[in-house]
């Protein structure tokens, strides 16, 4: 009697699984190559969109400053009218592109919901983004650029990735998570803190089997960069040094300030019931539009007090101050910091990465005449990187970033020391970082209540 022939030892049945291993092996393949297209073109899309955008901002802010040198009285008329406009603008539809941009991307990766996403990286929310930012900007709003491309580089490589077929959480959460790093690279010129600020700011994990694709595309956002406008520093190649003696106690004054007024910041943007921030937020809530222009007057005022250096992101007033050779008074600082205030509470699109550079920086003049030891630069800079941390609540991020932006490697130390201690104290005034805590109020916005 002979052996009954097995399923396991029939050729036909191997030769049908070794087929469906080939194809599935090749389907495997097949994905993986989309999703490295869809990281590397998209990561070059995001670059080029950056460098887009900047050139925007740049040319709105142009604009604002030529009228402005026609006559100081056009902000009066300008200011609070366009601010009316766009806030007006973002009732409807374009609501999710009001603010900064980063929070609408960290809530989008906290809450992987499908619907939550298209909603929020919708590409008439991140082109609306980008052009109400810039009106900002031609508007005079005390705005930066960075986190509106954060936002629009989200959603650029979320819906790049969505139409090659990609539809795996994991993998939109990937791509999420490097347009939006990419969109820092390439807004800055800072591949390095990038990644950083993908670690740190706007996920708390970092998926291994996408650390790679997420590297190569903030890498490739920076390049694309780098190759169209050259090698360049934003703030310059400062080449600053701080050797071991008093310097040192200066560092950690800086630190404690920057601390304090970041935690300040955060206090009065954040959203509350009580007091007379409440009231404010609930005048806000009931009036947006007639609020927006009350607040486009008191930045208007703030112009004439400053000498008009509050408006924009405050890009050259940081230059010169860290060169050395301000073009601003003491009182500078102060007028920065509620410009900034003023235009984020006045619900206008736009972001407080610049702005809060400018604001940092004049710390310097400030306090280096009571610290020894210490040049103004050298003052400036720890003064940049402290008050970023104080508000972001992210210190490697805010370390990696100021030591990209004025290429000063031998400050890594007395600037990292800085910023721990600047989000130290920040946590004391604003325990929940400023980003999630706003990204939570745009999920409670979302939301609808239950009864």
């Known amino acids: 009697m002979s052996d009954p022939v097995f399923p396991d030892t029939d050729p036909e049945v191997a030769a049908r699984r070794r087929l469906h291993l080939l194809r599935h092996r090749r389907r495997r393949r097949l994905r993986e190559w989309r999703q490295r297209i869809a990281f590397w073109v998209g990561a070059v899309l995001v ?45 409807g539809a374009l609501r999710d592109a009001r603010g900064s941009g980063i929070p609408q991307v ?33 508007v005079g709003g005390s705005v930066g650029r960075e986190g509106p491309t954060v936002h629009v580089g989200a959603a650029l490589l979320y819906g790049f990735g969505k139409r090659l077929g990609l539809h795996g959480r994991r993998t939109l959460s990937g791509l999420i998570l490097a347009g939006g790093a990419a969109g820092i690279a390439a807004a800055f010129n800072t591949p390095l803190g990038g990644v950083v600020f993908a670690i740190e ?27 169209i406008v050259g090698p360049y520093s934003y703030l310059g190649a400062l080449d600053l040094r701080l050797t071991w003696g008093l310097g040192w106690i200066g560092v950690a004054v800086i630190g404690v300030v920057g601390g304090l007024l970041g935690g300040c910041y955060g206090r009065l943007v954040l959203p509350t019931d009580q007091g007379w921030l409440g009231r404010l937020n609930a005048l806000r809530g009931r009036r947006p539009v007639a609020f927006a222009a009350a607040c486009g007057l008191v930045l208007a005022a703030l112009g004439l007090l400053s000498g008009q250096h509050v408006f924009g992101t405050g890009y050259a007033e940081t230059h010169a101050i860290l060169a050395g050779e301000p073009v601003t008074g003491g009182d500078f600082l102060l007028w920065k910091f509620l410009a900034n205030v003023v235009s984020y509470l006045a619900g206008v699109p736009g972001g407080l990465f610049s702005p809060s550079l400018a ?17 103004l630069p050298q003052c400036a800079l720890l003064g940049l990187a402290a008050y970023l941390a104080g508000v972001t609540r992210t210190p490697l991020t805010a370390t990696v970033i100021t030591l990209e932006l004025a290429h000063s490697p031998d400050m890594a130390l007395p600037v990292l020391a800085a910023c721990l201690l600047a989000a130290a104290v920040s946590g004391w005034l604003m325990p929940v970082p400023l980003y999630h805590a706003l990204s939570q109020q745009v999920l409670n916005a979302l939301t609808p209540r239950r009864n």
Do not use: C, N, Y
């Open 47 to 91: 670059g080029l969109a950056g460098l887009a955008f900047a050139w925007l901002a740049d040319a709105s802010f142009g604009l604002f400053q030529k009228m402005l040198q026609h006559s100081a009285i056009w902000p009066w008329l300008v200011t609070p009218l366009g601010f009316a406009l766009l806030v007006w603008l973002t009732q």
């Open 106 to 138: 960290i809530a989008t990766l906290e809450r992987p919901e499908a619907d939550l996403r298209a909603r929020l990286l919708a590409p008439p929310i991140a082109l609306a983004k980008l052009l109400l930012t810039a009106g900002a900007l031609l």
């Open 201 to 227: 700011e706007l996920t708390h994990t970092f998926e291994q089997r996408f650390s790679g694709l997420v590297l190569t595309a903030v890498l490739l956002g920076g390049i694309v960069t780098l190759g």
């Open 359 to 375: 604001v940092g920086a004049a710390l310097g003049p400030w306090l280096v005449d009571w610290l020894p030891g210490m040049s």
